[in-house]
Protein backbone atom coordinates (compact mmCIF):
# COMPACT_ATOMS: atom_id res chain seq x y z
CA UNK A 1 0.00 0.00 0.00
CA UNK A 2 1.07 3.45 -0.48
CA UNK A 3 3.01 5.38 2.43
CA UNK A 4 1.33 9.11 1.59
CA UNK A 5 0.33 10.34 4.93
CA UNK A 6 0.80 9.58 8.27
CA UNK A 7 -2.43 7.78 8.48
CA UNK A 8 -1.40 5.30 6.14
CA UNK A 9 2.45 4.83 7.99
CA UNK A 10 0.84 3.60 10.92
CA UNK A 11 -1.78 0.54 9.00
CA UNK A 12 1.47 -0.13 7.22
CA UNK A 13 3.11 -0.53 10.73
CA UNK A 14 0.62 -2.57 12.39
CA UNK A 15 0.47 -4.77 8.88
CA UNK A 16 4.25 -5.45 8.67
CA UNK A 17 4.04 -6.56 12.14
CA UNK A 18 1.06 -8.54 11.60
CA UNK A 19 -0.52 -6.51 14.96
CA UNK A 20 -4.25 -5.23 15.26
CA UNK A 21 -3.29 -4.39 18.97
CA UNK A 22 -0.82 -1.89 18.60
CA UNK A 23 -3.07 1.50 17.74
CA UNK A 24 -2.03 3.42 20.67
CA UNK A 25 1.36 2.80 20.45
CA UNK A 26 2.34 2.89 16.73
CA UNK A 27 2.30 6.84 17.60
CA UNK A 28 5.19 6.59 19.68
CA UNK A 29 7.22 4.51 16.98
CA UNK A 30 7.14 6.85 14.60
CA UNK A 31 8.07 9.68 17.17
CA UNK A 32 11.08 7.67 18.01
CA UNK A 33 11.82 7.29 14.47
CA UNK A 34 11.81 10.71 14.27
CA UNK A 35 14.33 11.73 17.65
CA UNK A 36 16.54 9.48 15.68
CA UNK A 37 16.67 10.55 12.35
CA UNK A 38 17.35 14.34 13.78
CA UNK A 39 20.31 13.03 15.03
CA UNK A 40 21.45 11.07 11.73
CA UNK A 41 20.02 12.65 8.90
CA UNK A 42 21.75 15.78 7.09
CA UNK A 43 19.94 16.79 3.77
CA UNK A 44 19.14 19.83 2.17
CA UNK A 45 15.40 19.79 2.64
CA UNK A 46 16.53 20.32 6.59
CA UNK A 47 18.23 23.61 5.68
CA UNK A 48 17.31 26.80 6.55
CA UNK A 49 18.27 30.57 6.48
CA UNK A 50 17.45 32.81 9.22
CA UNK A 51 18.54 36.67 9.90
CA UNK A 52 19.05 38.23 12.93
CA UNK A 53 20.51 41.33 14.73
CA UNK A 54 23.40 40.99 16.46
CA UNK A 55 23.83 44.09 18.96
CA UNK A 56 24.42 42.11 22.11
CA UNK A 57 26.69 39.35 23.28
CA UNK A 58 24.20 36.42 23.42
CA UNK A 59 21.32 35.94 20.55
CA UNK A 60 18.21 32.75 20.68
CA UNK A 61 18.88 30.19 18.42
CA UNK A 62 16.36 29.68 16.07
CA UNK A 63 13.35 27.33 16.93
CA UNK A 64 13.78 23.61 15.99
CA UNK A 65 17.35 24.44 15.34
CA UNK A 66 19.66 21.23 15.09
CA UNK A 67 23.04 22.56 13.69
CA UNK A 68 25.18 25.35 12.18
CA UNK A 69 26.35 25.56 9.17
CA UNK A 70 27.47 28.95 8.81
CA UNK A 71 27.00 32.34 10.46
CA UNK A 72 28.04 35.80 8.02
CA UNK A 73 27.07 39.22 8.83
CA UNK A 74 25.69 41.59 6.06
CA UNK A 75 28.11 44.07 7.02
CA UNK A 76 31.08 42.47 4.68
CA UNK A 77 29.80 38.81 3.80
CA UNK A 78 32.52 37.81 5.92
CA UNK A 79 32.06 34.39 7.62
CA UNK A 80 31.96 34.31 11.54
CA UNK A 81 33.54 31.32 12.49
CA UNK A 82 32.16 28.80 14.88
CA UNK A 83 34.61 27.75 17.27
CA UNK A 84 34.03 25.91 20.98
CA UNK A 85 33.16 27.60 24.18
CA UNK A 86 36.24 27.19 25.50
CA UNK A 87 38.25 28.95 22.38
CA UNK A 88 35.49 31.92 22.52
CA UNK A 89 35.86 32.14 26.02
CA UNK A 90 39.85 31.75 25.65
CA UNK A 91 39.61 34.64 23.06
CA UNK A 92 37.41 36.38 25.29
CA UNK A 93 39.88 36.96 28.56
CA UNK A 94 43.05 37.32 25.94
CA UNK A 95 41.44 40.43 24.27
CA UNK A 96 39.76 41.80 27.56
CA UNK A 97 36.76 41.32 26.74
CA UNK A 98 36.58 43.89 24.00
CA UNK A 99 34.13 45.09 21.79
CA UNK A 100 33.99 45.43 17.96
CA UNK A 101 32.84 43.50 14.71
CA UNK A 102 31.53 39.78 15.69
CA UNK A 103 34.54 37.34 14.65
CA UNK A 104 33.83 34.28 16.11
CA UNK A 105 30.32 32.59 17.61
CA UNK A 106 30.03 29.30 19.90
CA UNK A 107 26.86 27.76 21.02
CA UNK A 108 26.42 28.19 24.31
CA UNK A 109 22.96 28.10 26.52
CA UNK A 110 20.88 27.70 23.15
CA UNK A 111 22.03 30.93 22.48
CA UNK A 112 24.78 31.95 20.12
CA UNK A 113 27.31 33.56 22.03
CA UNK A 114 29.67 36.08 20.07
CA UNK A 115 33.17 37.83 20.08
CA UNK A 116 33.78 40.68 20.26
CA UNK A 117 30.84 41.83 21.68
CA UNK A 118 29.30 43.49 19.18
CA UNK A 119 29.91 47.66 19.16
CA UNK A 120 26.61 48.30 17.43
CA UNK A 121 23.68 46.32 15.90
CA UNK A 122 25.08 44.07 13.21
CA UNK A 123 22.53 42.15 11.07
CA UNK A 124 23.41 38.80 9.91
CA UNK A 125 22.43 35.45 8.51
CA UNK A 126 23.08 31.85 10.20
CA UNK A 127 22.24 29.10 7.98
CA UNK A 128 21.56 26.16 9.77
CA UNK A 129 19.74 22.59 10.09
CA UNK A 130 16.64 22.43 11.29
CA UNK A 131 14.21 19.46 12.75
CA UNK A 132 12.00 17.44 10.46
CA UNK A 133 8.33 18.50 10.75
CA UNK A 134 6.79 16.11 13.16
CA UNK A 135 3.85 13.56 11.09
CA UNK A 136 0.88 14.68 13.37
CA UNK A 137 -3.03 13.63 12.41
CA UNK A 138 -3.04 17.79 11.46
CA UNK A 139 -0.05 17.87 9.68
CA UNK A 140 0.09 13.99 7.77
CA UNK A 141 2.78 14.45 5.41
CA UNK A 142 6.47 15.83 5.43
CA UNK A 143 9.37 15.78 2.97
CA UNK A 144 10.68 12.77 4.72
CA UNK A 145 7.44 10.54 3.85
CA UNK A 146 7.07 12.20 0.55
CA UNK A 147 10.36 11.41 -0.41
CA UNK A 148 12.08 8.46 1.58
CA UNK A 149 8.75 6.67 2.94
CA UNK A 150 11.43 3.30 3.66
CA UNK A 151 13.20 5.87 6.53
CA UNK A 152 10.06 6.14 7.99
CA UNK A 153 8.88 2.38 8.34
CA UNK A 154 12.09 0.92 8.75
CA UNK A 155 12.75 3.31 11.63
CA UNK A 156 9.28 2.87 13.41
CA UNK A 157 9.82 -1.03 12.76
CA UNK A 158 12.72 -1.07 14.46
CA UNK A 159 11.17 0.87 17.42
CA UNK A 160 8.59 -1.81 17.79
CA UNK A 161 10.72 -4.36 17.99
CA UNK A 162 12.58 -2.98 21.04
CA UNK A 163 8.66 -2.41 22.74
CA UNK A 164 8.04 -6.25 21.44
CA UNK A 165 11.26 -7.62 22.76
CA UNK A 166 11.16 -9.25 19.15
CA UNK A 167 15.19 -10.25 18.91
CA UNK A 168 14.90 -11.92 15.86
CA UNK A 169 13.64 -9.17 13.52
CA UNK A 170 15.63 -6.29 15.32
CA UNK A 171 18.51 -6.82 13.51
CA UNK A 172 17.20 -7.22 10.16
CA UNK A 173 15.18 -3.74 10.61
CA UNK A 174 18.65 -1.96 12.03
CA UNK A 175 20.24 -3.00 9.25
CA UNK A 176 17.03 -1.60 6.24
CA UNK A 177 16.50 1.13 8.93
CA UNK A 178 20.53 2.33 8.75
CA UNK A 179 20.31 1.55 4.56
CA UNK A 180 17.98 3.99 4.71
CA UNK A 181 19.16 6.88 6.51
CA UNK A 182 22.74 6.42 4.39
CA UNK A 183 20.57 6.71 1.45
CA UNK A 184 19.01 10.11 1.86
CA UNK A 185 22.33 11.89 3.25
CA UNK A 186 24.42 9.83 0.05
CA UNK A 187 21.10 11.75 -1.71
CA UNK A 188 21.99 15.33 -0.32
CA UNK A 189 25.50 14.87 -1.31
CA UNK A 190 25.04 13.82 -5.08
CA UNK A 191 22.06 16.54 -5.15
CA UNK A 192 24.71 19.50 -3.72
CA UNK A 193 28.15 18.43 -4.91
CA UNK A 194 26.84 16.14 -8.05
CA UNK A 195 30.09 13.25 -8.95
CA UNK A 196 32.68 16.32 -8.67
CA UNK A 197 33.25 15.28 -4.97
CA UNK A 198 34.38 18.08 -2.33
CA UNK A 199 37.75 20.13 -2.87
CA UNK A 200 39.73 22.29 0.30
CA UNK A 201 39.29 25.71 0.40
CA UNK A 202 41.85 28.07 1.00
CA UNK A 203 41.13 31.00 2.86
CA UNK A 204 42.58 34.22 1.02
CA UNK A 205 41.53 36.68 3.53
Known amino acids: MPLSNY ?18 VIPDFISLAEDDMN ?13 ASFD ?3 TLLPTSFLEAVRLHLDADERPVELVT ?18 RYYAIVGGQI ?16 YKEIPSLTSSDPTNWVLNKFSDVYLYGSLLHSSMYLVDDNRITGWSA ?7 GINSNNQKAKFGGSGLRMQVNTY
Do not use: C
Not at 85 to 102: C, E, F, H, V
Not at 115 to 128: F, K, M, Q, V
Not at 176 to 182: E, F, I, N, R, S
Open 7 to 24: SELQTAIANWLNRDDLTS
Open 39 to 51: RTIRHYEMEERST
Open 176 to 182: LYQKAVD
Open 85 to 102: PLALQTYRQKGGDTSGKP
Open 113 to 128: EVWPTPDAAYTGELYY
Open 56 to 58: TRY
